[in-house]
């Protein structure tokens, strides 16, 4: 490391937060699924912003929508019309089949927003005693950072002294439809899953799951909500992850590449009522659907469905899913992923797979891990076959290399 890199960290170590612990690079610039540190080294990107870069670094369509529109009009808030909010609303809901939408920036707002929709249309449609609304969630799960998000979670880091937390949630194992069955009671108003819960380290349920999850949730009037923050947007080879079961939610929670990585953008989208029973004044966001995000979405979207995107993730994330496989190493426990969703779990004995990441960094490939074992894959979806057989090379190298 240069004396600037070892700058750079030690400054953000002085007075930045000690809340991530960065692969040791300083970036600064990117282009399509590359990376560069100021160093001048170039870097494979298998993270895309965990997942918000799904378009590819600084994407040119998106940057040109981005600057126009930041000459003409960045902010008005929700008080006022812009000329950018209804198109957005009317190109998403035409994509993705929504019958309403709800802008808001970070993907974690997006859950907010769609819990505190359910509860009432809990109260107000289904009939549930006031107070009394109980939403399911998955052991696992990773669903944001905000205090009513983490109060549900089952990783102790995430929970750890950050308590009192609210009532409301119940939570059973991932993948398990006889457990969400037995959970669901009169007051349960809905279901909040992942399709694939990603931080947990793709982790993919049984075939048949979600169709089976679709019918209790149906015939229980349940609404399902799936937070499709880093699955949906073609980040699995299909749109929507519901897709690969021919599902559809009752509601759909979208972030990350929702920009493209330009803007904090999300968007609750709802095929039913829930959304229906919020009233002026019950709940906003300054930011939320400003004319810049709109713009900024609307140019990630086009770009997504005209240059073809999703096919290419699923196209290139079977290529990439078997040169995995093909890996020959005593430390792969499991290799498993859908479309570019990947994840490489390692076997306890292996080590951290910390220090495999670190190992890619020196062959020009950046990766991160996750729950100490498993490695993320995850890069733009316009990575090319030559790219991919490029990193599968780096990958089967460093999976074999030996750190004793």
Request: aromatic share 6%; hydrophobic share 40%.
């Amino acid at each position: 490391m240069s004396s600037s890199v070892i700058d750079f960290i030690a400054t953000e170590a002085r007075f930045g937060a000690r809340n991530y612990e960065p692969i040791g690079v300083v970036l600064s610039r990117g282009e399509g699924v590359w990376v560069w540190d100021t160093e001048g080294n170039r870097y494979l990107d298998c993270l895309s912003a965990y997942s918000a870069v799904s378009q590819g670094h600084c994407h040119p369509k998106i940057l040109a929508a981005m600057v126009e529109q930041a000459h003409r009009l960045t902010l008005t808030s929700r008080a006022f019309h812009n000329d950018q909010l209804a198109l957005f609303y009317e190109e998403i809901a035409a994509l993705t089949g929504s019958h309403k939408v709800l802008p808001m920036n970070s993907g974690a707002e997006a859950v907010e927003s769609a819990i505190k929709s359910v509860r009432k249309w809990g109260y107000e449609v289904k009939g549930v005693p006031d107070g009394q609304a109980e939403i399911i969630v998955c052991a696992n799960n990773f669903h944001g950072r905000t205090l009513g998000i983490v109060g549900f979670s089952t990783d102790p880091e995430t929970r750890g002294h950050f308590g009192p937390f609210a009532p409301g949630f119940r939570i059973i194992p991932f993948g398990d439809a006889a457990a969400l069955e037995e959970a669901i009671t009169p007051n349960t108003v809905a279901f909040l899953v992942e399709p694939i819960q990603g931080e947990a380290g793709v982790i993919i349920p049984p075939a048949g799951y979600f169709t089976k999850v679709r019918e209790l949730c149906t015939a229980n009037n349940v609404m399902l909500v799936l937070d499709e923050i880093q699955t949906g947007l073609g980040r699995t080879g299909k749109l929507l992850a519901e897709q690969h079961e021919g599902i559809e939610a009752d509601v759909t929670l979208l972030g990350k590449a929702l920009s493209g990585g330009f803007y904090p953008v999300s968007a609750v989208l709802s095929n039913n009522d829930v959304l229906g029973t919020l009233r002026p004044g019950q709940h906003g966001s300054t930011f939320g659907g400003n004319p810049l995000a709109c713009a900024v979405a609307r140019a990630a979207l086009r770009v997504l469905v005209e240059e073809g995107m999703i096919e290419n993730a699923a196209l290139q994330g079977a290529r990439f899913l078997e040169g995995l496989k093909d890996i020959r190493a005593n430390t792969i426990r499991e290799v498993r992923g859908r479309g570019l969703m990947l994840a490489i779990e390692l076997h306890p004995e292996a080590g951290r797979a910390r220090r495999y990441c670190d190992a890619l960094q020196g062959k020009g490939i950046l990766a991160k891990d996750t729950h100490e074992q498993t490695i993320r894959i995850a890069p733009p979806l316009v990575i090319t076959s030559d790219q991919v057989d490029w990193a599968l090379e780096r990958l089967a190298t460093t999976l074999t290399q030996d750190f004793s």
